[in-house]
């Protein structure tokens, strides 16, 4: 396991994210206010070891595949908790803050879903 968190809350416009650009963006709990309603807040966590292309992603009770990992993402992701996760399949992340991934469209997530990577 290299990352593993719990949801704690999922922000009013999190959904409108998901349908329009197939993504969400988490954060731990110690997201800034003006940020609150666009991510999914989690507990905090180490990473214990870089995400990579090949591994996977668990997510209420999904599985993907990480295709890419922005240039940004790991540091993100270590400082803050903070990633965005694209689900639509694509090879390479748009963004530096991006991890691409594989295996279906967007979870449908509740408080208290388990996030993890392996």
Known sequence: ?????????IGDFVLQL??????IIIFDKDVPYHYMNMVVSHTKSQVREDIV????????????????????????????????LVFSGKDKVEQP????????????????????FE
Do not use: C, F, N
Request: proline residues 3%.
């Open 1 to 9: 396991m290299k990352y593993e968190v719990t949801v704690t809350a």
């Open 18 to 23: 998901m349908r329009t650009r197939d993504a």
């Open 53 to 84: 292309p090949g591994d996977k992603l668990y997510i209420a009770g999904s599985e993907y595949t990480i295709t890419d990992v922005g240039a940004e993402a790991m540091e993100t992701l270590r400082a803050h908790g903070h990633v965005t």
């Open 97 to 116: 803050g991006q991890i691409m991934l594989s295996g279906g469209g967007a979870p449908r997530l509740m408080v208290g879903d388990t996030i993890r």
